[in-house]
C-alpha cells in the first residue's frame, strides 16, 4: 500500500534555532498533505492543510510565520519550527490521502531544550 | 463544521472480554468513519473505515464498527481483547472522500488489557 515517509523521527534542537521536518509520499502523488501536532496523550490537532504549488491553509491559532510549510513537489511537504521554543515541544505527523484512506508518516518528536 | 466525540479517555477491559470504544459523530453531510490505532511514538494505522457502503464495516486484527445514523455513532468492538491490543485509538471523521480533504481525530480512548 502506499507509503508516507517523515523524517528524523526524533529530533533535538536548541531554544531560538530552527528544524526542519520533511514529509514524502512514497508511491503515490499528494498534491494536499495534512500536518498535525499532538501532545502527550492527547489527540492530533490539525495544524495546515498543504497545498502543491500554493501556499498552505493554516488552522485557527497556528502561527503561519512560525510553522512555516512548503509543497514544492507532489510527492514533498516541509514543516520548519522556526525559532523553536520548549512550548513547541511535541509529537508531529503528516499525512497524505489517497484514494480511499489517508496515510500517515510515522511522526517526529521534536524536543527543544 | 465535522467533529467526532469518544466517550472514555480510558478504557480497561481483561484479556478475552469484549473491547467496546465509543464514538459519536457529528457532520452536515453524510461522514465517511475512521478508526485508527497508534503505538506509542508511532504513526497512526488504519484499522477500518466507512464509507457509506456496508454499515457494519470489519476491519483488521479483529476489529469491527457498525454505522448507525439513527444514533449518530460508530463504535469500534472486538469480540475478545488480546493484550497486543493496548493503545490509543482514535475516531475519526471526513466530509469527503477525496485528497483534498481533512480528517478531524476525536481526542482518543486509551485502551488497557487486563491479565
Known amino acids: 500500500g502506499a507509503v508516507v515517509s517523515q523524517h528524523p523521527s526524533r529530533v533535538i534542537c536548541k531554544s531560538g534555532t530552527s528544524v526542519k521536518i520533511e514529509c514524502r509520499s512514497l508511491?503515490?502523488?499528494?498534491?494536499?498533505m495534512f500536518w498535525y501536532r499532538q501532545f502527550p496523550k492527547q489527540s492530533l490537532m490539525l495544524m495546515a492543510t498543504s497545498n502543491e504549488g500554493s501556499k498552505a491553509t493554516y488552522e485557527q491559532g497556528v502561527e503561519k510565520d512560525k510553522f512555516l510549510i512548503n509543497h514544492a513537489s507532489l510527492t514533498l511537504s516541509t514543516l520548519t519550527v522556526t525559532s523553536a521554543h520548549p512550548e513547541d515541544s511535541s509529537f508531529y505527523i503528516c499525512?497524505?490521502?489517497?484514494?480511499?484512506?489517508?496515510?500517515f508518516g510515522q511522526g517526529t518528536r521534536l524536543t527543544v531544550v | 463544521a465535522q467533529s467526532v466525540t469518544q466517550l472514555g479517555s480510558h478504557v480497561s477491559v481483561s484479556e478475552g472480554a469484549l473491547v467496546l470504544l465509543r464514538c459519536n459523530y457529528s457532520s452536515s453531510v453524510p461522514p465517511y468513519l475512521f478508526w485508527y490505532v497508534q503505538y506509542p511514538n508511532q504513526g497512526l494505522q488504519l484499522l477500518l473505515k466507512?464509507?457509506?457502503?456496508?454499515?457494519l464495516v470489519k476491519g483488521i486484527n479483529g476489529f469491527e464498527a457498525e454505522f448507525k445514523k439513527s444514533e449518530t455513532s460508530f463504535h469500534l468492538t472486538k469480540p475478545s481483547a488480546h493484550m497486543s491490543d493496548a493503545a490509543e485509538y482514535f475516531c475519526?471523521?471526513?466530509?469527503?472522500?477525496?485528497?483534498?480533504?481533512?480528517?478531524?481525530f476525536g481526542k482518543g480512548t486509551r485502551l488497557h488489557i487486563l491479565p
Open positions: 466507512y464509507t457509506s457502503a456496508a454499515t
Open positions: 508511491d503515490f502523488q499528494a498534491t494536499t
Open positions: 499525512s497524505a490521502r489517497g484514494q480511499e484512506e489517508a496515510f
Open positions: 475519526a471523521v471526513s466530509e469527503q472522500m477525496n485528497r483534498d480533504d481533512k480528517i478531524i
